[in-house]
C-alpha cells in the first residue's frame, strides 16, 4: 500500500538558519513524490515535485527536495528561513503505475521560522 | 488563469441536516478531486471525479457522495450530518486523471464546515 510519513509535527528553526522537513514515502511502483505548503484559513499551494531524472528538485520560493531511493525519502530543504516560510507543509506520494491510484497525503509538518 | 474555486468558504450546519460544497475546477481541467482535512487526520481523500465519472473513492462513508458536471464543475454533498464532519474540505484539480499522469493537482481555498 502506498504511504507517505512525516516523522516530525512541529519543525522550529531561526531566521537565516537552513531548514529541513522530513518525509519517508512507500509505493509499490516507481514514486511521484509532491511538496505543499498551506497557510493559515487558505488551501494547499504546490511547493515541487519529483518524478524522474536528478535527485534534487528545485521549486517554488527557494525551496528544494532531494529523493533518495535507498532510504525512500524525499526531504524538502531551504538554504535560508525566512519568517514569511512559516506555515504547514504536506508531502504526498502517488506511485507510478497507470493505476488510477489517488494521492496520498503526510499528516504534516509544523514550520515555524523565529525571528 | 483562474484558480480553483469553492463555495461557500464557510458553512455551519447542525446534525442531521445535509450540505452540498461546490467547486470549479481551473479552466481546461477535467479531473476534480475532493479531500477532508481535520488536525487529527490530516488529508483524507474523498474522492475523484473525471469527465463526470466517479475514478476513485476513498474510505468514507456512503453519506459522502458527488457529482461532477459537463462543465468539470464538482459538488460534494454530505447527508446526516455528525459532528465528526467538521473539517475543512478542500478541493483539487488538475488536466487530467489524477492517478493516472505525473499532473500536479492544483487546491482551491477550501470550505469550513462545522457541525453543530
Known amino acids: 500500500a502506498q504511504s507517505v510519513a512525516q516523522p516530525e509535527d512541529q519543525v522550529n528553526v531561526a531566521e537565516g538558519n537552513p531548514l529541513t522537513v522530513k518525509c519517508t514515502y512507500s509505493v509499490s511502483g516507481n514514486p511521484y513524490l509532491f511538496w505543499y505548503v498551506q497557510y493559515p484559513n487558505r488551501g494547499l499551494q504546490f511547493l515541487l515535485k519529483y518524478i524522474t531524472g536528478d535527485n534534487l528538485v528545485k521549486g517554488s520560493y527557494g525551496f528544494e527536495a532531494e529523493f533518495n531511493k535507498s532510504q525512500t525519502s524525499f526531504h524538502l530543504k531551504k538554504p535560508s528561513a525566512l519568517v514569511s516560510d512559516s506555515a504547514l507543509y504536506f508531502c504526498a506520494v502517488r506511485d507510478g503505475a497507470d493505476t488510477g491510484n489517488q494521492f496520498y497525503f503526510g499528516t504534516g509538518t509544523s514550520l515555524t521560522v523565529i525571528p | 488563469k483562474a484558480g480553483v474555486t469553492q463555495t461557500p468558504r464557510y458553512l455551519i450546519k447542525t446534525r442531521g441536516q445535509q450540505v452540498t460544497l461546490s467547486c470549479s475546477p481551473i479552466s481546461g481541467h477535467r479531473s476534480v478531486s475532493w479531500y477532508q482535512q481535520t488536525p487529527g487526520q490530516g488529508l483524507q481523500f474523498l474522492f475523484e471525479?473525471?469527465?463526470?465519472?466517479?475514478?476513485n473513492k476513498g474510505n468514507f462513508p456512503g453519506r459522502f457522495s458527488g457529482r461532477q458536471f459537463s462543465n468539470s464543475r464538482s459538488e460534494m454533498n454530505v447527508s446526516t450530518l455528525e459532528l465528526g464532519d467538521s473539517a475543512l474540505y478542500l478541493c483539487?484539480?488538475?488536466?487530467?486523471?489524477?492517478?493516472?499522469?505525473?499532473?500536479?493537482?492544483?487546491f482551491g481555498p477550501g470550505t469550513r464546515l462545522t457541525v453543530l
Open positions: 483539487a484539480s488538475s488536466p487530467k486523471l489524477a492517478g493516472s499522469s505525473t499532473d500536479t493537482q492544483y
Open positions: 471525479y473525471f469527465s463526470e465519472t466517479q475514478r
